[in-house]
Every structure is written in structure tokens, then in C-alpha cells.
T-cell receptor, first 113, second 114 residues
């Protein structure tokens, strides 16, 4: 077990709604990354937060946004949900050292109907 | 842009067989490479992480190798067991725009038949 916890584990929303997913980092980690994993695909990088600031972003539209809090926990917000947003959302925390090994949570399964 | 490919996409072997999973990447300027296991609908479990200065890592029945110059990594599983059935993902850590980025392959789905 990695110590990274995500909530909720499962979520069902309808198209056009907004959703917030939460992640609690492993103790001592100051960096959090979010990934989207569609069925049968590898995880795709959404963005990374380091010390409460967005530090890198993948090829996702602005309706995907995030926050990192002083305790290094994090939120992923998705506005105007689309059917293609249905996926497993994974959070990973790490400590900015070399190597910066990622520790993943169990994910939130989001279904958009 | 770093692209990561895993071959084969799926593999079915009888219990007890040794097997090799392959991962290739297009840009050799990497920091690390990490192998993960994923059970259906679950998160990722780290198996092995190889730093760019290393050529291999071993843990129990697993051995991962890294050849940066050729852009390849292999995960060797000895004496496979039904409990090894899962999807195996490789992830490449590399520099991008002043920070470290990670790109995953699409995975190899392994089935070990009793």
C-alpha cells in the first residue's frame, strides 16, 4: 500500500455536470500528478502540482483544473463533463528528488452518462 | 515527444513458463523507467524502478533491464504463476519544459493459465 488515498472510488455523473476528485498524498511528498486512464489504454498525464502551483500540463482542455493545498493534498476538477471523460482517474504523489518515484492511489472510476 | 510502446499487447502462457515483456521508447534522454502492475479496475502497483545509470533491477522472480541507447526495456518474469495475471505497464520519466514528465505505454495484458 502506497499511502496515497483517493476519493470517491466510484462516481456517476451526467453530461454537462461538474465533478471534483480528491487525493491525499503520501506523508512527506510535495508533488502530486493526475492521470486519466481510458479503458484499455495507458494513463495519460493531465497535470502536476508542486508546492501548490501547476508545474506542467498534458494535452487536456482548460475545463480540467486542479488545486494543491498546503498539506499537499489535491483536487482535480472537471467542468462541463463529456461522455469521453469516462475513465479511471489516478493520482500519484512523489518527493522531488532523483529519482522522483511515483506512488499511485487506487483511482476514482468516473462514469459520465 | 516521447512515445512508449509495449509489445505484445496481450500474452497468454501456461503456468511455470518464463516470459519477457517488452517496452520501447523513442527518446533516450530519460531519467528513469518504472514497471507497474495493474489489476482490472485498480490502481498501479510499482514493481521495479530502474535509474538511468543502471542496467537492471531484480525483485524476487522479476528482473527488469534497461538499454537507453537502443530505447528498450524488458521485464522478465520467471516461473509464472496464475497470480501474475494482470496488465503490466512501463513508464518513462524524462525532462520536459523544466520539469519531469512521465509517459506510459499502453500495457501488456498477461494471462497465466493454470
Amino acid at each position: 500500500e502506497t499511502g496515497v488515498t483517493q476519493s470517491p472510488t466510484h462516481l456517476i455523473k451526467t453530461r454537462g455536470q461538474q465533478v471534483t476528485l480528491r487525493c491525499s498524498s503520501q506523508s512527506g511528498h510535495n508533488t502530486v500528478s493526475w492521470y486519466q486512464q481510458a479503458l484499455g489504454q495507458g494513463p495519460q498525464f493531465i497535470f502536476q502540482y508542486y508546492r501548490e502551483e501547476e508545474n506542467g500540463r498534458g494535452n487536456f482542455p482548460p475545463r480540467f483544473s486542479g488545486l494543491q493545498f498546503p498539506n499537499y493534498s489535491s483536487e482535480l476538477n472537471v467542468n462541463a463533463l463529456e461522455l469521453d471523460d469516462s475513465a479511471l482517474y489516478l493520482c500519484a504523489s512523489s518527493w522531488r528528488t532523483e529519482p522522483e518515484k511515483l506512488f499511485f492511489g487506487s483511482g476514482t472510476q468516473l462514469s459520465v452518462l | 515527444k516521447q512515445e512508449v510502446t509495449q509489445i505484445p499487447a496481450a500474452l497468454s502462457v501456461p503456468e511455470g513458463e518464463n516470459l519477457v515483456l517488452n517496452c520501447s521508447f523513442t527518446d533516450s534522454a530519460i531519467y528513469n523507467l518504472q514497471w507497474f502492475r495493474q489489476d482490472p479496475g485498480k490502481g498501479l502497483t510499482s514493481l521495479l524502478l530502474i535509474q538511468s545509470s543502471q542496467r537492471e533491477q531484480t525483485s524476487g522472480r522479476l528482473n527488469a533491464s534497461l538499454d537507453k541507447s537502443s530505447g528498450r526495456s524488458t521485464l522478465y518474469i520467471a516461473a509464472s504463476q496464475p497470480g501474475d495475471s494482470a496488465t503490466y505497464l512501463c513508464a518513462v520519466y524524462y525532462p520536459s519544459g523544466g520539469y519531469q514528465k512521465v509517459t506510459f505505454g499502453t500495457g501488456t495484458k498477461l494471462q497465466v493459465i493454470p
